[in-house]
């Protein structure tokens, strides 16, 4: 038994742990400089807003809510996923920062990291706009109400981001499980984080499926290299 938790143990995790622990050991912390300043950052804006003098500062730069106009929502949305929720401890979103943007970081790349995140945070802004479009009575829809909502943190980027990843090296399984847990936090709390987590989701997917279907027609054309996952596929330690 002990044998076969092992083996799915290696064919799960052996790639992705293999990039994360050999960066880690080559340069240490200088692997992950992006995550460290945007631990930093959302420590920043932490402080701020909790301050007198602080709070408007920051919704004027990095709250978004679905009743504000497109123009200034959108640029707000990069800083909104550096701005902690005020109704959940800031550790939540320090930790989520530092593990999951900080393995993206070194099996991705900084830019594509800062991409796919971007991409997933985007996605569940304009998606609170459709479903409050869309009214309660739809499955996709949302209660007029959540237009007021302050719509910030990392957390759809933290999704999005883990399920390519676990595409990326392979993680079926891990992959799979952080969408299922998506679909039943919006089981049992409907509610616009919720949703925000699976508008995530379906846009990293859609970038996924895009990349598959570039992968198979250059396969096709012999031009693809091994996949990780692979017998002859080897980590690459990003910079």
């Not at 400089?33 to 602080?54: E, S, Y």
């Not at 829809?141 to 237009?147: F, K, T, V």
């Not at 007021?148 to 999005?160: Q, Y």
């Amino acid at each position: 038994m002990s044998g076969t938790l092992k083996g799915f143990a290696r064919r799960e995790w052996g790639p992705l742990f293999g990039t994360v622990r050999s960066a880690l050991a080559a340069r240490r912390w200088r692997a992950i400089p992006m995550t460290l300043a945007a631990v930093c950052l959302t420590a920043v804006f932490q402080i701020v807003q909790n301050q007198d003098w602080g709070y408007q500062l920051v919704q004027d730069i990095g709250s978004v809510r679905a009743e504000d106009p497109l123009g200034p929502a959108l640029l707000r949305t990069p800083l909104s996923l550096f701005v902690p929720a005020l109704d959940l401890p800031v550790w939540g979103a320090l930790a989520q920062i530092l593990l999951v943007f900080g393995i993206a970081e070194i099996c991705l790349g900084r830019w594509r990291t800062l991409g796919l995140a971007y991409l997933a945070t985007l996605a569940g802004t304009l998606y609170a706009r459709v479903g409050i479009a869309l009214g309660p009575d739809n499955p996709l829809g949302l209660p007029a109400s959540d237009a007021r909502v302050v719509d910030t943190g990392p957390s759809a980027a933290v999704v999005g981001l883990a399920v390519y990843v676990c595409w990326r090296y392979r993680a079926r399984w891990t992959g799979a499980l952080v969408v299922v847990a998506m679909v039943v936090e919006v089981l049992i709390k409907n509610n616009l984080a919720g949703k925000e987590h699976l508008a995530a989701i379906a846009a990293v997917l859609l970038v996924i499926a895009v990349q598959e279907w570039r992968e198979r027609r250059a396969g096709q054309r012999g031009g693809v290299g091994p996949r990780p996952g692979t017998r002859s596929w080897k980590p690459p330690i990003r910079s």
